[in-house]
């Protein structure tokens, strides 16, 4: 399997630190979908990361649905999933799963109204409405982490990564300069994150 793009990006990232907690061989082609269209075109014509080639040559897209892939696979060869068991743990990790990829779809949003659109034409109310949106996001699943106390242990699993992974994607790219947004007001997500990313399969896939 080769696995398509930046580590920047958090769904690049989930899918690389599932695929090492699998312990699934892999190979990772760093392509950028900025500076290395032309080249990514020629693999995924929509360009979109993360994109997963199969060893039949056949691709995904989509973190989540590679992620499910790689569950039927993990399964087939009697690896453990990242899932946790039962319909109530299940229900709660798919809750910090949806948390996360929302505020790492408000980051994104943020990070492209700065960088991708002229300064005179951003727009004041919609990075508000957004910043707002990535308030409410990261308040709620600071709650439903510290409820639910995410293990950073052998047991690992989806939510884990993927809270931890999203938090250090908005912590390196926004840090504190959104104003009345502070990543200090989420103590235990930021612990959190500290300690899984000392783990070996994030210490592999480094964002930075």
Do not use: C
Not at 128 to 135: C, K, P
């Amino acid at each position: 399997m080769k696995l398509i793009g930046m580590l920047d990006s958090p769904y690049v990232r989930r899918v690389a630190i599932s695929l090492h907690e699998w312990g699934m061989a892999f190979e990772h082609d760093a392509l950028s979908v900025f500076r290395h269209y032309d080249d990514f075109k020629r693999v995924n014509p929509i360009v979109k990361a993360p994109t997963l080639v199969l060893d039949d040559g056949q691709w995904l897209i989509d973190s989540t649905l590679i992620i499910a892939y790689l569950e039927d696979l993990a399964a087939a060869r009697g690896l453990r999933s990242l899932m946790p068991r039962g319909p109530a743990a299940r229900i709660q990790a798919l809750r910090v799963i949806g948390l996360s990829l929302a505020a790492s779809e408000k980051t994104m949003q943020i990070v492209y109204e700065r960088h991708l659109r002229p300064e005179e034409k951003q727009h004041a109310p919609w990075v508000a409405r957004v910043t707002e949106q990535l308030q409410a996001a990261y308040r709620t699943l600071e709650t439903a982490v510290s409820a639910q106390a995410l293990d950073s242990g052998d047991t690992l699993t989806q939510d884990g990564i993927t809270a931890a992974v999203v938090f250090r994607f908005t912590q390196h790219m926004l840090g504190d300069t959104v104003p009345g947004f502070r990543l200090e007001d989420y103590p235990t997500l930021g612990a959190y994150s500290r300690i899984v990313e000392q783990r070996a399969s994030f210490v592999q896939t480094p964002l930075d």
